[in-house]
């Protein structure tokens, strides 16, 4: 089976969708041996310079797979003007690389940026393929989040878009229940057509490990307790909350809060720790993949925080990695979230209502002052973990290609 992929981000990229999308494409290549073609971007964290490469695709392979590097723009994202150059190049460059697949059964879309799948869909009918539409993020409620830009046509333009390729793809996979329900109910998608495939996490590489860790040690949190918030510190996730929240636990000596990582929002909440004098939020630096568990394990709980009404728009992946560290987090989220509902059916974290930094500092309260009823979170964490590991969900992708393509087939 031949299959392509449409998204900007991939390896060697650190985004979570990037990471996800080459531990997926690389599966199904040694363990299903299927022909997979990813139409990425260039790599964005080796940006060095702003400009376009004189060719406008450039052909690559890494671990059996091909990659097509639809060039573009490398202006600094932080930029409302610089992000939509960056969009626009990449997506004129993977149009034109969709020229270039041969004839793959199976077409899929993810959703950087968010008008890529008019390129996919256009490749899928070219080349008679079938169309999937893999709803990472849904718009144009995501796109609200700029808080930039604000253009109501640019909305209404992403929302038909957006509606075009719900009811055009011979599959849409949502990342979890609450994604179906807007997808269905909201925007119009065919129930009959909507799979529901969770996020993952390698549960082979990333493991419980000890507290007392060289990551730990070198920060200093070897003896502390520690409430950590890892990854994008971006425009979702609502972190000014935290920062409330630490000024309200000022109090508890041993409470470290670390945030860990980088992204748009990471200057701003720094400086407002900073004027506020807070010593016990600390901001540390993106720890790269081969010490990510050393990371993970230095955390004794950990936020997954989403501003009130984006659930379902969003489903944050990092919450699988966390299960599968075996550590228990806070939901900082609305009830009917995913994260949420994890958290209560597993039993491996506390409801936090999203927003409420009152709410929030009691549930590190009651994480901090209560360690044995915490670490038996984080062992039903781990079994939770299990339900959602790489292998599983590497499968159901594959099973549901295989529908899909046996439709065109039968047709």
Known sequence: MKICFFNRSYWP?????GQLLTELAEDLVSQYGCDVTVVAGRPLHAAGDHAVTVAPVERDTHHGVTILRANGTRFRPRRFAGRVANYLTYFASAALAGLDLGRPDIVVTLTDPPILGLAARWAARRAGARFVFLCEDVFPEVAALVEDFRNDVVNRALDRVNRSLLREA????ALGDRMRRRLVEEKGADPARVAVIHNWADCEAIVPGPKDNAFA????????????????????QNLDVLIEAAARLTSRDRLVIAVVGDGARREDLAGDAGRRGLTNVRFLPYT????????????????????????GYIVPSKVYGILAA???YIAAVDPSSEVATIARD????????????????????????????TRAMGERARAAALQFDRRIAVAAYHDLFVRVAALARAA
Do not use: W
């Open 326 to 328: 075996g550590r228990p």
């Open 13 to 17: 990229d650190q985004a979570a969708t």
């Open 217 to 236: 040690r070198e920060h200093g949190l070897a003896d502390r307790f520690v409430l950590m918030h890892s990854g994008n510190i971006g425009l979702s």
């Open 170 to 173: 011979d599959a849409v996979v």
């Open 346 to 373: 597993y039993g491996c974290g506390l409801p936090a209502a999203a927003g409420d930094p009152d709410a929030l500092a009691a549930a590190i309260a009651q994480l901090c002052d209560n360690p044995d009823a």
């Open 288 to 311: 790269p993949k081969a010490r990510l568990h050393e990371s993970f394990a230095a955390a004794d709980a950990f936020l997954v925080s989403l501003k009130p009404g984006l659930e």
